[in-house]
T-cell receptor
C-alpha cells in the first residue's frame, strides 16, 4: 500500500529546544493529520489540517498543510520531557472512506 | 470522551492457536479499524468495517479475519497464529461523514506468538 515518508526514524533533542518534523508523499492528500503515541498507549490526534497552506497551532505545536498538498510539517517549540513518543503523520484522500495512510513515525527523545 | 477498549494489553500464544482480539467502542461510531504496528514499519491496516456485518480488507489481511456482529464491537481473529504475527495490534474507530478522518485508538494489545 501507499505510504507517507517520514525521516529520520529517531530524533534526539535537548529539553527546551524546538524540533521540526516533516512528512512527504508522492501523491496528493486532501487532509493531513498528526498523531502522537505515548509509550505503551495508542496514538492520539494532535492536529488536523484541511486546506492547502493551512497553518494550525495547538499549544506548543504548529503544523502546516503544504501548498502542493504532498507534504506537511509539525513543529514543537520549547520541548519538554513529556513530548517523548512516536509522531505519525497521516493523510486522507477524498472518497477514501475514512481510510488513512500513515507514515512510519518518528521516535522523539528529549534529554533533560 | 471517546473510549476504545481492547480486551487484553498483553497476550502470549503458541504457534497454531486460534487467537481472538476484541475491541469495543462506546461512541456509536460506524467505522472501526484494526492495525498492526511493528518497529520501523509504522501502522499497517489489516481490516476495517463501515457497518455491522460489513468488512473490507486493508493492506495486509493475509492470515487474519474479522467479525462485526454488533456496532460497538470489532474482533480480529488469527485462525492459526504464527510467529510472524507477533506484533502490537491497535484498534481504532471513527464516525462517518464530517470528521471521519479523526480516528480514536485503543491502548493496543501486544501479542507474542511462541
Amino acid at each position: 500500500g501507499q505510504q507517507l515518508n517520514q525521516s529520520p526514524q529517531s530524533m534526539f533533542i535537548q529539553e527546551g529546544e524546538d524540533v521540526s518534523m516533516n512528512c512527504t508523499s508522492s501523491s496528493i492528500f486532501n487532509t493531513w493529520l498528526w498523531y502522537k503515541q505515548d509509550p505503551g498507549e495508542g496514538p492520539v490526534l494532535l492536529i488536523a489540517l484541511y486546506k492547502a497552506g493551512e497553518l494550525t497551532s495547538n499549544g506548543r505545536l504548529t503544523a502546516q498543510f503544504g501548498i502542493t498538498r504532498k507534504d506537511s510539517f509539525l513543529n514543537i517549540s520549547a520541548s519538554i520531557p513529556s513530548d517523548v513518543g512516536i509522531y505519525f503523520c497521516a493523510g486522507l484522500h477524498t472518497g477514501a472512506n475514512s481510510k488513512l495512510t500513515f507514515g512510519k513515525g518518528i521516535t522523539l527523545s528529549v534529554r533533560p | 470522551d471517546v473510549k476504545v477498549t481492547q480486551s487484553s494489553r498483553y497476550l502470549v500464544k503458541r504457534t497454531g492457536e486460534k487467537v481472538f482480539l476484541e475491541c469495543v467502542q462506546d461512541m456509536d461510531h460506524e467505522n472501526m479499524f484494526w492495525y498492526r504496528q511493528d518497529p520501523g514499519l509504522g501502522l499497517r491496516l489489516i481490516y476495517f468495517s463501515y457497518d455491522v456485518k460489513m468488512k473490507e480488507k486493508g493492506d495486509i489481511p493475509e492470515g487474519y479475519s474479522v467479525s462485526r456482529e454488533k456496532k460497538e464491537r470489532f474482533s480480529l481473529i488469527l485462525e492459526s497464529a504464527s510467529t510472524n504475527q507477533t506484533s502490537m495490534y491497535l484498534c481504532a474507530s471513527s464516525v462517518q461523514g464530517p470528521s471521519a478522518e479523526t480516528q480514536y485508538f485503543g491502548p493496543g494489545t501486544r501479542l507474542l506468538v511462541l
